[in-house]
């Protein structure tokens, strides 16, 4: 394996080499390898959101990490099907992406959830067929990041050119690595392979209704960052209920201790250095392969931002509160509705 070969592996990749190693010279090489891939990775993810946040303001810093997002994983995932399907189809998500989360923040929470509902149901039926290679979790997330931070008037028009420029390099990119794959299958296939009675097409449904309702219920009851709710949700909601149980239980611990471990990082560190920890999580982010411990660290780029809004307090409760609200929930939605399709099949 070449130098650039090892630094397009994962966490989990790089780590199994690290066991893998005989000796220790061959340890060090591959942790400093390790090293180089993390170091990278970060400059690279700075960069291109600070570049976005110059080229279109700061409140719009947020296009910039859900177009990396979308590059970062689109570069390697596919949608299943044709490249030239997938690249139109890819170009549809990002106009959803652009007005839908808009529009929604108009409306009053429950007619945001039903438009919600609609978007959701074209990104995770077209986009997400295979939820295996977890692309809920970033066209699902991308949504939900632009609703949580919505705009309007020029900022607004800055966040069209912006998502326009990112479906242009997300389309670019994604042709270019696929267009010489050989797809057996197409859109008229993910239509014709709607089964209500698979354990895909119902873990589908569960992601189309859940993620919107805890959105509106959150709103209702005046909880502000409802989006933490939703993406706890759908980071919860997977196909088979021992690996949904799994992850509720890592998601709750796994925040609360981010919780604790940023709220000791606050009152040691002096404060012109606080935004900096979101960064110290995205580094610890990068060491993880296990999702609690990715849980954790995800936590301090989320209370990094919002402690400036409501306070170190108000940042707390607000995180714990949202994700064991959406977790519990989606746990909940999901038993019930397994439950009421096995009676209904019987």
């Known amino acids: 394996m070449t130098f650039y070969q090892e630094l397009q592996l994962n966490q989990a990749g790089s780590k199994n080499l690290?066991?893998?190693?005989?000796?220790?010279?061959?340890?060090?090489?591959?942790?400093?390898?390790?090293?180089?891939?993390?170091?990278?990775?970060?400059?690279?993810?700075?960069?291109?959101?600070?570049?976005f946040s110059i080229l279109f303001g700061n409140e719009n810093s947020i296009v910039g990490v859900v177009v990396l997002l979308c590059l970062m994983v689109f570069r390697n995932a596919d949608l299943g099907i044709h490249t030239g399907q997938s690249t139109m189809l890819l170009a549809l998500f990002f106009v959803i992406m652009t007005v839908c989360p808009h529009l929604a923040n108009q409306f009053s929470p429950v007619l945001g959830m039903l438009l919600n509902i609609a978007a959701l149901?074209?990104?995770?039926?077209?986009?997400?067929?295979?939820?295996?290679?977890?692309?809920?979790?970033?066209?699902?997330?991308?949504?939900?990041?632009?609703?949580?931070?919505?705009?309007?008037?020029?900022?607004?028009?800055m966040r069209l050119v912006g998502m326009a420029l990112g479906a242009a390099?997300?389309?670019?990119?994604?042709?270019?690595?696929?267009?010489?794959?050989?797809?057996?299958?197409?859109?008229?296939?993910?239509?014709?392979?709607?089964?209500?009675?698979?354990?895909?097409?119902?873990?589908?449904?569960?992601?189309i209704l859940?993620?919107?309702?805890?959105?509106?219920?959150?709103?209702?009851?005046?909880?502000?960052?409802?989006?933490?709710?939703?993406?706890?949700?759908?980071?919860?909601?997977?196909?088979?209920?021992?690996?949904?149980?799994?992850?509720?239980?890592?998601?709750?611990?796994?925040?609360?201790?981010?919780v604790i471990c940023f709220t000791v990082l606050y009152f040691l560190l002096p404060s012109s250095i606080y935004a900096y920890i979101g960064i110290l999580g995205g580094i610890g982010v990068g060491f993880s392969a296990q999702y609690g411990w990715q849980a954790v660290f995800n936590t301090f780029g989320a209370l990094a931002i919002a402690a400036e809004t409501y306070g170190l307090q108000g940042a707390v409760s607000l995180r714990v509160i949202q994700n064991v609200f959406g977790v519990v929930f989606a746990l909940a939605f999901c038993v019930i509705f397994y439950w009421f399709m096995s009676k209904k099949r019987k």
């Open 210 to 258: 859940c993620v919107p309702i805890v959105l509106c219920i959150a709103e209702l009851c005046n909880m502000p960052r409802a989006m933490w709710a939703g993406i706890a949700a759908m980071s919860a909601i997977l196909p088979f209920m021992e690996d949904m149980h799994y992850r509720v239980r890592k998601r709750i611990v796994g925040n609360i201790a981010g």
């Open 18 to 51: 690290l066991k893998k190693s005989e000796t220790l010279k061959e340890k060090l090489y591959h942790m400093w390898v390790y090293l180089v891939k993390i170091a990278v990775t970060m400059a690279f993810c700075f960069s291109f959101v600070s570049i």
């Open 121 to 157: 149901a074209v990104l995770i039926l077209f986009g997400c067929h295979n939820p295996f290679m977890f692309n809920q979790s970033t066209l699902v997330l991308g949504y939900l990041l632009l609703y949580g931070y919505d705009v309007t008037g020029k900022s607004y028009q």
């Open 169 to 207: 390099l997300t389309c670019f990119v994604f042709y270019r690595n696929h267009k010489n794959r050989t797809y057996k299958r197409n859109l008229k296939d993910l239509i014709q392979e709607f089964d209500i009675t698979s354990s895909r097409t119902k873990w589908q449904i569960c992601q």
